[in-house]
């Protein structure tokens, strides 16, 4: 009898050889980086602004990606038709890993540290190419608790500088709602524009946009109500995404009216505004 001595460990080998042939290397892909979420803060004893912005890398090889954020404020335009109250534009340069998140935070101090109405951050890669954007956030319409839900909220959407920069002072839009996330009972009775109808205006100036959130049945603390919708520039394909909505709390904060279980309030609303386009001009 002949013993074939190493003939386990080559036959082993061969398996090993065959099942990497078949399963093929690991795949590499750099996938999107996306701004996951934003929050802000300020503090008006020190007066100083904080922007946090949180990224997530979705592949798996690491990236190195420029974070830039600058506040403004004044829908007055100067020569180069930037808005005057505006601060210095803040630059990050980032590397993140596969599949792994990060946190980077702006801070604004002294004349610049106040509470900015629009914030834009940018993200590029690392060849100068924009990849995404978000454009700050509204308030949370908080209302008490009553009988039922009647809540208008009623905003000013600016035009967005993506656009002008990429396309020109003066475009069309339209609507697109994404998703609808309501308490049972709630429901969207209207949305002003119209979705899926284009409408025009220009950069400097802002489109009133109006949601009607009603419910027949009694509302109670805690909940919240909010509808996610994108306003799409059709010509460059830019996407603006927002969320407006309702947080019932314990004690009246910004409700002009609540009389009979009805509430109407103006010029207020919630959500974060983005843009979304891996070939976009910054926003």
Known sequence: MIHQRGAVPVLIGLVGILLGMVAGPARVFAGPITIEKV?????????TYTYTVVLKNTGNVVVDYTLTAQPYNDKDLDANNKPKDAATKQTKKINIGGFQKTTVKFTFVGAEGKDWKFKYT?????????????????????????????????????????????????AEFFVD??????????????????????????????????MLLTSPVATSIGQVGFVRYDVVQPDTGFRFSAESGVEVIPEPSTWVLFGFGSSLVGLSGWGRRRCRESEAAPC
């Open 177 to 210: 709602i994404t998703d609808q996330h309501l308490p049972v009972g709630w429901s969207l009775a209207n949305f002003t524009p119209t979705p899926g109808q284009e409408f025009t205006f220009s950069f400097g100036h802002s489109e009133p946009i109006s």
């Open 39 to 47: 929050s802000e803060a300020f503090d008006p004893k020190t007066s």
């Open 122 to 170: 940018d993200l590029y890669d690392n060849h100068g190419k924009f990849v995404t954007g978000d454009v700050g956030s509204f308030s949370f319409l908080q209302l008490p608790p009553g009988p039922n839900l009647n809540a208008l909220l009623a905003f000013p959407y600016p035009f967005p500088f993506a656009v002008a920069d990429a396309y020109g002072n003066t």
